[in-house]
């Protein structure tokens, strides 16, 4: 069983920066493709961005490309999400993720608030 704990969330004002991150445990990190996803209020689960077990491959939604980076640090076993140039429309709950594939997610963590006032 893998177990995702997310940290670093909080409450911001537009144009600020956060950084997220996920620890995980319970398995062997490095063998994850990692992901973040995010759940606005009345919305559904939407897709944030997510990087290769060993990080040379990243991918983002457009709404976020250019002001969020993702990374990992198969050492420490952990996940972290930069977000700059923080909108008050980022302003959701953040979820990590994990799965054995590209676009498979099989773990997930319980989420952190992110809340951007104008």
């Known amino acids: 069983q893998v177990q995702l704990v997310e940290s670093g969330g909080g409450l911001v004002q537009a144009g600020d920066s956060l950084r997220l991150s996920c620890a995980v445990s319970g398995r062997t990190f490095s063998l994850y493709v990692m992901h973040w996803f995010r759940q606005a209020p009345g919305k559904e689960r939407e897709f944030v961005a997510r990087?290769?077990?060993?990080?040379?491959?990243?991918s983002y939604a457009d709404s976020v490309k250019g002001r969020f980076t993702i990374s990992r640090d198969n050492v420490k076993n952990t996940e972290y999400l930069q977000m700059n140039s923080l909108k008050p429309e980022d302003t959701a709950v953040y979820y990590c993720a994990a799965g054995h594939s590209w676009e498979d997610v099989d773990y997930w963590g319980q989420g952190t608030q992110v809340t951007v006032s104008s």
């Open positions: 990087i290769s077990e060993r990080g040379g491959t990243t």
